[in-house]
C-alpha cells in the first residue's frame, strides 16, 4: 500500500455526500480529495475545489486509492463492482447495497480482491456508543439482558428510494450486534405505511441474539419528536446511551443482600446510584474515516467490514418478511452471510 498521500474519491454530492466531501477536503490528514462524481454537476459548491466528473471510469482514471460512495442507495451494487474491479478500495455508505444478493455480490467482489470495503454504519463512531461497548466488552454490566433502541423524528427528504426499516433501522441493527458481539437470530415485526409512498414509515420489531439477549427497535420517521435512544439492560444496571447528544449514563442496581437465600430466587432490584460519563465528543464521521483510511494503510481494521454490512441488510430483509408474512424469521444460515 501506498506510504504517501491517499487519493480518494467521492461518489455522490447528495446530503450525505457533502458532508464527506467536507471531512475528505477540509479534516482528513494524508488524504487528498481528487475528484467527485456527480451527474448533477456540483450544485451547492460542496466539491471544494476538487473536478466534478459525469462518471466513476473517469474517477479512477484519476489513479484514486480509494472512493466513498454516497450514492443512491439502489446504484450502490453497480458503482461498487466497478471500483473492485479496478482495484478500488471502498468505504460505501449504508445500507451496503438494497437486496440481500447485491450486498454478497459486492462482498464477493471485493474480498476476491483483497481489497479494504467498509460500510458508513455512522452510529459505531458516536462516542456515547463506542464508550457503552468498550464497557461492555469489559464486563461492566455483567451478563446482558436486553437492547432497546427508538429512533424517531421528521421525515427525511434526502430519502426517495427506500423505507424507514432500509434506512433508519439499519442503523440499530449493526448498533445492536456491535454494540454486543452478537448475531441476531429471530425476528417479528410490523410496519405502517402513512405518507402515501410506497415504503413502510414505522416499525416495531422484537428479536433475539445469540445468546439469548432480547432486542427491541422502535423507528419513525412521521414523529415531530427527534428521539435517538439506545439502552443496554444486564445484572449491574442499565446503560443508556442519547446519540443526539452524544450522553452515555449508567443506572446501578442497588446494592443486593449476599446471603445465601438470597442467591435462591430472582427477587428484583432497586434504584441505585446514577452516572453520567465525561467522554471526549469528535465529530463521528471524522472518525469513520479516519478509521477507514487506517484501514486502507493496514493500521488497524476497526471498520464496519461489507461481510457484516451485508448481516445487517439480511437482518433488515428478515425485518420486512416478518411484517409481510405476520410471521417471525429465523435468522440462519440460509440469512446470515458468514
Known sequence: MTTGELRAGLIGLGSMGRHHARILANSLDGVRLVGVVDPMGDKHGAAHGAPVL??????????????????????????????????????VEKPVADSVEGARRLVEAFESRGLVAGVGHIERCNPALRSLRARLEAGELGDVYQVVTRRQGPFPHRIADVGVVKDLATHDIDLTAWVTGQQYVSIAAHTVSKSGRPHEDMVAAVGKLADDTMVNHLVNWLSPLKERFTSVTGEKGCFIADTLTADLTFHSNAAQATEWEALQAFRGVAEGDMIRYAIPKREPLLVEHELFR???????????????????????????ESAATGTTVSLNAAHQGG
Not at 466513476?56 to 453497480?78: F, K, N, R
Open 294 to 320: 487506517d484501514a486502507v494503510l493496514g493500521k488497524s481494521l476497526d471498520i464496519c467490514t461489507l461481510r457484516q454490512g451485508l448481516r445487517t441488510v439480511e437482518v433488515a430483509a428478515a425485518v420486512l
Open 54 to 91: 459525469s462518471t466513476v471510469e473517469e474517477l479512477i482514471g484519476l489513479g484514486v486509492d480509494y472512493a466513498v460512495v454516497a450514492c443512491p442507495t439502489a446504484l450502490h451494487e453497480e458503482v461498487g463492482l466497478e471500483l473492485a474491479e479496478a482495484g478500488v478500495h471502498a468505504l
